[in-house]
Nanobody, 123 residues
Framework: QVQLVESGGGLVQPGGSMRLSCAAS????????MGWYRQAPGTQRELVAA???????NYADSVKGRFTISRDNAKNTVYLQMNSLKPEDTAVYYC?????????????????WGQGTQVTVSS
């Protein structure tokens, strides 16, 4: 059973920091891009940051300079370090990953989502 499990959400004051983690588990051959999305009430899910297996990164303009995405390929884990948090960063944060799995003797690509973790920035 392949799954992405997130941790690290919660309540933080404006200006504070928080780190999210997302670990992929199961019979995974390879993980390509891993990323973080977020969705606030009444809005569409948006990309926050993404990172390739080689370490290339991409960020939403709204988080550049404040958030840092990283990954530990040996642990199949992606992290999102969030600094200088603002109330507008409040959302459910979802981890996603493009995985290569071996099924019925064939390697194929699949896209998985985590269950989401709530981040609330409020005083």
């Amino acid at each position: 059973q392949v799954q992405l499990v997130e941790s690290g959400g919660g309540l933080v004051q404006p200006g504070g920091s928080m780190r999210l983690s997302c670990a992929a588990s199961g019979s995974i051959v390879k993980i390509n891009v891993m990323g973080w999305y977020r969705q606030a009430p009444g809005t569409q899910r948006e990309l926050v940051a993404a990172i390739t297996s080689g370490g290339s990164t991409n960020y939403a303009d709204s988080v550049k300079g404040r958030f840092t995405i990283s990954r530990d390929n040996a642990k199949n884990t992606v992290y999102l370090q969030m600094n200088s948090l603002k109330p507008e960063d409040t959302a459910v944060y979802y981890c996603d990953a493009d995985l290569v799995l071996l099924r019925v003797g064939v390697e194929s690509g699949y896209h998985y989502w985590g269950q989401g973790t709530q981040v609330t920035v409020s005083s």
